[in-house]
């Protein structure tokens, strides 16, 4: 039995569903993140989770306890706000004692767990200073070592980067990893940042419109989406119907042009439109070595994007983005020139819609 | 050229509002310090403090506005914050009937209770009283029912002020937020009220207070239909027979109201450096 078991979860608010049958398992010690536009629901999710909002329908289960119903102050929840959401009237040491204070422990006992969690913080120099007083990033510091004194069974951050400057925000979501990593603390991350999400999870659920649309490790949920939507939100991607022309071989026709295919069309009939994907920066140019699929584009445009540079093709009809390294040695064809392109079997993928 | 001009012109209104403001005030004050012929002197306030009368009737103005302070927090914090959690569609709602008091006169006010509350409750179509009216209820001779309805009076006109004090000073903490924190800490409500809510609406409360003071000390329709000796009425009557003290009087409660002013922004300002140290 996982540790974290979220059951056939659904929220209505009036006549409208917000979240709608979640089910998700999370082991002990698992970093997951809910990644999803806004408005999809990952809040709710997780203040299911947290007790703010009692599920309509379903059941949560933590560490073998059903705490579906059970008050928020009942459950041993850690819980980070976005707005870090510290006490202004108290300083950084007492914001972290509170937990403490409530379950009635020793002063002594507060004192040494206050300075073990502003020692894994960094913040010894500032245990006495009001939240006014520190930055952004050091009050959300405080508030994930608030959360944490109190031994939380499960850690819920509701996008807590998001009003952080973006320097800032990478190397928080490290640090938070990091101390999650070495507490061996069970997580639920929330944000709508892809990257932020595929580069510190473990699983990753991409959420829409109260629907799960896919869960898996960030390598899978980047590299084998599932459905185009997850295709489309999670990295930058080229779509295109197409026919398929033979099933068992994975021949497809995109706009005339033969595409092969190693994933799987099987369930598919002669004749039959689906949707591919491939990925920018599975594209390069034949003159570099040619892969199972070459085909002939016209530059429309080529964009210079710092490490990458983009380049626009049109190939059958359709606009392709190419991505490619941006180094010295690099030599690109000429805007209106057409130019022979390859692609792999493998970066052609097959949506499920 | 023109920024200039129009500073200039700003600067001409200012002042000229300042003089509206300034001159009555300066000319109580000069009128107050003529009460001994040729000299200026504070003889108009020693007469007005050593009347037994301005002593006893200033206590009980005193002690109706704490109570009614008192009152209004234990009514209003609990009410805006059930409200700002619980009923955020509620606001409009709640918001109109705190500004009620804005558009009903003290006057009226004051008719609709004595109307409601000075005559029994009787079952329909007969003579039986079921509740004695309010005004009746008196304990050793005190007129507890007409003080319990006085503060209630008060309190209704402190309310516009009260509300809305304790709800911005609500808004700009997020109790929302701040509550959802200590719960997931483990605080119960108890505990959020006391140590989390309170402390953060600390100015905010004090200003709803002060105001409320000023309003209530200085009250005179609500306490002379009552037939309640407070503050108010006494100095109504005192500007009716007396020149000078009177004057000094008004001043007087002027310079309180004004350090009532002062404390607000003090405490206000000083919350939003400090966000309320210890
Ligand atoms: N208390 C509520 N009453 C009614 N509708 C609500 C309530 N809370 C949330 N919703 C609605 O539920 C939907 C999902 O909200 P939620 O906050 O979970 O989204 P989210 O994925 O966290 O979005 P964001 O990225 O913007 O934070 C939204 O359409 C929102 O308007
Ligand atoms: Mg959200």
């Given at each position: 039995m996982a540790y974290l078991s979220i059951s056939n979860v659904s929220k209505q608010f009036g006549d409208t569903t917000v979240v709608d049958n979640f089910n998700l398992d999370i082991e002990k010690g698992e970093f997951v993140s809910f990644l999803g536009?806004?408005?999809?629901?990952k809040t709710t999710t997780l203040r299911m989770v947290a007790g703010f909002e009692i599920p309509t329908t379903g059941q949560i289960m933590l560490d073998g306890s059903?705490?579906?119903?059970?008050?928020p102050n009942q459950r041993n929840v850690g819980m980070i706000f976005q707005s870090y959401a510290l006490f202004p009237n108290m300083t950084v040491a007492q914001n972290i004692a509170f937990g403490l204070r409530v379950r009635k422990e020793t002063d002594d006992m507060v004192k040494q767990r206050v300075q073990e969690m502003i020692a894994l913080i960094h913040l010894e120099e500032h245990a006495n200073k009001y939240p006014f007083q520190l930055s952004g990033g050091q009050q959300q510091r405080v508030s994930l070592a608030r959360a944490l004194a109190i031994h939380p069974q499960v850690l819920l951050l509701d996008e807590p980067l998001s009003a952080l400057d973006a320097k800032i925000r990478v190397s928080l979501r490290a640090e938070i990893r990091s101390i999650q990593k070495s507490l061996g603390i069970t997580a639920i991350f929330v944000t709508h940042d892809q990257e932020e999400a595929l580069s510190i999870s473990d699983r990753v659920v991409v959420m829409n419109v109260g629907e799960m649309e896919q869960v898996g490790t960030p390598f899978e949920i980047y590299n084998f989406p599932k459905t185009s939507f997850v295709a489309n939100f999670v990295g930058s991607l080229n779509t295109s119907k197409a026919t398929v022309v033979d099933p068992a071989g994975g021949i497809l026709d995109m706009n005339g042009i033969r595409v092969h295919s190693e994933s799987g069309v099987q369930g598919k009939k002669k004749g039959d439109v689906v949707m591919v994907a491939i990925r920018p920066e599975r594209f390069s140019f034949s003159w570099e070595g040619k892969k199972e699929n070459v085909t002939e584009g016209t530059v429309e445009n080529i964009t210079f994007l710092g490490s990458v540079v983009r380049v626009q093709l049109l190939i059958g009809g359709i606009k392709f983005n190419m991505d490619t390294f941006n180094r010295p040695s690099l030599t690109l064809p000429k805007i209106g020139e057409k130019c022979e392109v390859t692609f792999s079997s493998k970066a052609v993928l097959i949506l499920d819609d | 050229m023109k920024l200039k001009f129009k500073s200039l012109w700003s600067w001409i209104w200012f002042l000229i509002g300042t003089l509206y403001f300034i001159l009555p005030l300066y000319a109580t004050l000069d009128f107050s310090l003529r009460m001994e012929r040729d000299t200026i002197g504070f003889k108009a306030y020693r007469v007005a403090f050593a009347d037994p009368k301005f002593v006893e009737t200033f206590a009980r103005s005193n002690i109706l506005a704490v109570i009614t302070i008192i009152v209004s927090i234990i009514l209003i914090v609990p009410t805006a914050y059930w409200v700002r959690l619980r009923l955020p569609q509620a606001r409009r709602i709640v918001e109109f009937i705190t500004l009620l008091p804005f558009v009903i006169p003290a006057i009226i006010l004051v008719f609709g209770m004595i109307r409601v509350f000075s005559t029994p409750v009787r079952i329909p179509f007969t003579d039986i009283i079921l509740i004695q009216p309010l005004t009746t209820l008196i304990v050793n001779k005190f007129h507890l029912g007409t003080y319990i309805l006085i503060v209630a009076g008060y309190m209704i006109l402190a309310l516009p002020y009260m509300y809305r004090a304790v709800d911005t000073g609500m808004r700009t903490v997020d109790v929302r937020t701040l509550t959802e924190a200590s719960q997931s800490l483990g605080a119960n409500g108890f505990t959020i009220m006391w140590h989390v809510i309170l402390p953060n609406i600390r100015a905010s409360l004090l200003s709803g207070a002060l105001l409320t003071y000023a309003i209530v000390v200085g009250e005179v329709v609500l306490a002379s239909f009552l037939g309640l000796d407070t503050f108010g009425p006494y100095l109504f009557l005192l500007g009716q027979h007396r020149a000078y003290e009177p004057s000094a009087l008004t001043f007087v409660a002027f310079l309180l109201t004004w350090a009532a002013m002062g404390i607000i922004q003090l405490v206000s300002g000083e919350q939003g450096q400090t966000a309320g140290a210890h």
């Open positions: 536009p806004s408005g999809c629901g059903d705490i579906t119903d059970v008050a | -």
